[in-house]
């Protein structure tokens, strides 16, 4: 139940295009959902977030789409740029951030 | 001037070793934690503190000791290093227990030989 499942494992987009990255989660005492980039070498950072009350959340060209009935969350990343390519993961919180096992993002000019 | 700092960034002990790895965060944050993240990169809790009490932890060998002398700073103490402890553990603060936005270290890569 404390468990995050995030597809796919590794994605590559052509520079310019969509990336998806997709979450689900079953416990519904998890009030807020970040995601995180995370580049070689580096920690992960905090890129956006969302709480269940709210169906969409956009800065930038990231935003994070929540469907609260279906248990999903996902994140698109419009016009993708060789320097997204990186690693994302999602996350869902109550006392501690529980992580997806990572999307391996690679964008190619 | 870095917010979450760890040292060292790399280690590389023997088995049977002891070994500590330090944390110290300038964010003015409550509380603290440490991840441990595999070779498949995947992120895993291992402790966490709050105003320098623990919190969580996570079925984690007692051969791992956090201590926390004050709520800036949390280091990973681990005794008997086994071949399995490699990986790369990160330290990481929060305003406090429900805030979600973690702010991470760059991380210490452990490994055990």
């Known amino acids: 139940q404390q468990q995050v499942k995030q597809s796919p494992q590794s994605l590559i987009v052509q520079k310019g295009g969509i990336s998806i990255i997709n979450c689900a989660y079953e416990?519904?005492?998890?009030?807020?959902f970040p995601w995180y980039q995370q580049f070689p070498g580096k920690g992960p950072a905090l890129l956006i977030a969302?709480?269940?009350?709210?169906s969409e959340k956009k800065e930038g060209r990231f935003t994070i789409s929540f469907n609260k009935s279906a248990k999903q969350f996902s994140l698109h990343i419009m016009d993708s740029q060789p320097g997204d390519s990186a690693t994302y993961f999602c996350?869902?919180?109550?006392?501690?951030?529980?992580f997806g096992t990572g999307t391996r993002l690679q964008v190619f000019p | 001037d870095t917010a979450v700092s760890q040292t060292p960034k790399y280690l590389v002990t023997q088995m049977g070793n002891d070994k500590s790895i330090k944390c110290e965060q300038n964010l003015g944050h409550d509380t603290m934690y440490w991840y441990k993240q595999d070779s498949k990169k995947f992120l895993k809790i291992m402790f966490s503190?709050?105003?320098?009490?623990?919190?969580i932890n996570e079925t984690v060998p007692n051969r791992f000791s956090p201590k926390s002398p004050d709520k800036a700073h949390l280091n990973l103490h681990i005794n008997s290093l086994e071949l399995g402890d490699s990986a790369v553990y990160f330290c990481?603060?929060?305003?406090?227990?429900?805030?979600?936005?973690?702010?991470f270290g760059s991380g210490t890569r452990l490994t055990v030989v």
């Open positions: 503190y709050n105003n320098k009490e623990l919190i």
């Open positions: 996350a869902a919180n109550t006392d501690k951030l529980i």
């Open positions: 990481a603060s929060s305003r406090d227990t429900t805030a979600g936005g973690y702010t």
């Open positions: 969302i709480r269940p009350d709210v």
């Open positions: 416990n519904t005492a998890f009030d807020y």
